[in-house]
């Protein structure tokens, strides 16, 4: 899958009477959104219960050829929620962007991309997995629990600067 770059506009104009920024040049690129995701120590993710409740939760999150991966285990919550309903978001706060990403979560199966999320997992987080039979473990613990990696393919994004004054959108697809 080839990442595509999304289209990047402010977030409100001026009929919109809002305080945030109308100058087009305060218009973020996706590169600076995706180095957050990409430095972020972790995210918290949003799913929808069966019953339409919301639940968020703190993740951890690598970026992974040209997504962002989050993993949990596939008994959790988030991950039952998942099943039924695969959109989510993800939030971040960086140090010049707080971001909000819509998307849908994906669950891996593949073991060579399984191998390479564990190994950005790894990188990023000193986290030793180990890929076999189509599934992701942590041999380090009593069991060896089961991880499961799920990829999220945002459909949209919104970005909002230190300032408290500037908005980017950014919409895929």
């Excluded at 992974?64 to 991950?79: F, H």
């Excluded at 199966?109 to 990023?124: I, P, Q, S, W």
């Excluded at 799920?150 to 004054?165: L, M």
Aim: with cysteine; charged share 25%; glycine share 8%.
């Amino acid at each position: 899958m080839t990442e595509t770059t999304p289209v990047a506009e402010l977030l409100f104009g001026e009929a919109d009477a809002t305080p945030f920024s109308t100058d087009e040049a305060t218009v973020k690129p996706w590169d600076e959104a995706r180095a957050c995701l990409e430095s972020a120590p972790k995210a918290w993710l949003s799913t929808v219960w069966p019953d339409g409740r919301a639940h968020a939760v703190p993740v951890l999150l690598v970026w992974a050829g040209d997504a962002p991966w989050i993993t949990t285990r596939p008994t959790s919550r988030k991950a039952r929620n998942l099943a039924v309903n695969p959109h989510c978001v993800i939030t971040v706060a960086g140090e010049t962007l707080d971001l909000v990403v819509e998307g849908n979560a994906t669950r891996a199966r593949d073991e060579d991309e399984l191998r390479r999320v564990a190994a950005a997992f790894g990188t990023k987080y000193e986290w030793e997995l180990a890929v076999r039979d189509g599934s992701v473990h942590e041999d380090g613990l009593p069991g060896s629990p089961e991880y499961g990696f799920y990829r999220v393919t945002p459909t949209r994004a919104f970005g909002y600067g230190a300032d408290g004054r500037t908005a980017t959108r950014w919409r895929f697809g």
